[in-house]
């Protein structure tokens, strides 16, 4: 499996002359959980091979939802970026050596450019033309004008939590158009995105895609038949009804296959043992962020939309090809006219009844609205805080260093009135002192007429006597602190 959501690489089973590290690492995932120790092998990948690369060996994968094995999979590669690998982190070397696949094959190949791209073909759909396809530093073939398409910078996490770290962009204002054709209004719960524009993650290894819950509800809340499963934590619908949703990205409008925006593969029936569709877009519980870094969630039922182009640019360190900021474009491939036919043909049997009543979404007031858990409350409460964590840290320097500049001023002031008091003091003293040797002269020059031995010549000057000497002088030093 190729997962653009995660940054490791593990396998099932036994790889031939690897070599095991002697570390061990647990990779936690959304639903379940690959543990096992960590080895080195070559590994080719396409046109491409990287010697001793770092991966996973995983012996049960039992903790997954469904079973991967049977489902044609032996491991997972992950192509997200490389700050978020639990083995590198492990390993924890100064060297790139430890870095996650893509690093590592556009570091030894510093002449080609570090993009991917890649199209997931749909399942059971009798108009599909498209492969499922993957390619690393070249388009592909007869799909070259997603070069001309918007690009759309990659929005970076703060650095003490790059972990989480995702292939991730703003959507347009008012991004997310309803079944109805109206802009579905949902604030966003990252602090630094803009007004009415949300954080979407490109994420392969999503089945379903994630969604704020008062969006998904706003999806299959107004359609008639529609029931919340709380078993299955799921919107579901009839399969017959047809929604049209799409989502705008720089500029440009992605619509939704009315087969990818309800599955019919999970079986599941209502009360009265029907048969009903899983709405695909769900509300986001297990994968929310606490840390307030995304909105969305974009998996398959959204990708096999999109021809999507993923460039690395300088998340590659070690590479000197590609030194522009990470960037993701996308071309549609979803033609509506197409897509309503595809539609007709596989959950109508042929007979167009989108026109029906039954079809017809009910008013806004009389929608219905999917239950939050008390673990989500609390998980919403817990990302008001955490995720405003870089404000509330510069907040709280802010207000230390002003208390502690307010300490040293209370103290430099202080210092300064018991200089000016000690300043005036002394001041005082030698005030006092100057106006009795003044007195004492005056007393002297008023006396009776001195003895001959006390006279002396009007050239020669006459010896003070210590009670008429000069006042000392009084110098004030300021001192600055």
Known sequence: MLDTGSSDLWVTGSVPNSQDSKKSVTLEYAVGQAAGDIYYAD????????SDQAFLMVQNTS?????????????????????????????????????????????????????????????????????GQFTISELAPGYESIASQPKLDVVTVPGLTDRDQHWQMYSDVDGVIGPDGQPIVYKSIVPKAPTGQLVAVIDSGFTLPQ?????????????????????NQVWTIPCTQMLNISFKFGGVEYPIHPL?????????????????????????????SLLGEYDLILGMAFLRNTYTLIDLGNFVEGSSKDAQ????????????????????????????????????????????????????????????????????????????????????????????????KAAKKGHGKDGAGG??????????????????????????????????????SYHSEFHHV
């Not at 969604?211 to 078993?231: C, E, F, K, L, T």
Request: aromatic fraction near 8%.
């Open 43 to 50: 590994l080719t990948f396409g046109n491409f091979t990287v």
């Open 63 to 131: 903790s997954f939802s469904t079973n991967i094995t049977a489902q044609g999979y032996n491991g997972l590669i992950g192509l997200g970026p490389n700050t978020g690998s639990l083995i590198r982190e492990k390993l924890d070397r100064d060297d790139f050596m430890d870095d996650a696949v893509l690093d590592r094959i556009f570091q030894a190949n510093k002449t080609s450019q570090n993009y991917i791209s890649f199209m997931i073909d749909r399942a059971n759909d009798p108009g599909e033309t498209l492969k």
């Open 211 to 231: 969604v704020p819950r008062s969006v998904s509800d706003a999806i299959y809340g107004r359609v008639q038949g529609a029931a919340w499963n709380a078993n």
């Open 260 to 288: 990818d925006t309800s599955s019919s593969d999970f079986g599941l029936t209502d009360s009265s043992g029907n048969a009903v569709c899983v709405g695909t877009f769900q509300p986001i519980t297990s994968a929310f």
């Open 325 to 420: 900021n990470p960037f993701v474009q996308m071309l549609s491939v979803t033609d509506l006219t197409n897509a309503h036919a595809d539609f007709v043909k596989v959950r109508m049997n042929g007979v167009d009844t989108t026109g029906a009543a039954s079809q017809q979404l009910v008013p806004v007031a009389q929608g219905q609205h999917s239950p939050e858990s008390s673990e989500e409350k609390k998980a919403h409460l817990a990302e008001k805080v955490l995720s405003r964590w870089p404000y509330i840290l510069f907040g709280s320097l802010v207000l230390f260093f002003g208390l502690v500049g307010l300490c040293v001023w209370r103290c430099c002031c202080r210092k300064r009135i018991a200089a000016r």
């Open 435 to 472: 106006a009795m040797k003044r007195l004492s002269v005056s007393a002297l020059q008023m006396g009776p007429m001195k003895t001959a031995s006390s006279y002396h010549p009007i050239e020669e000057p006459a010896p003070l006597s210590s009670s008429s000497s000069h006042p000392p």
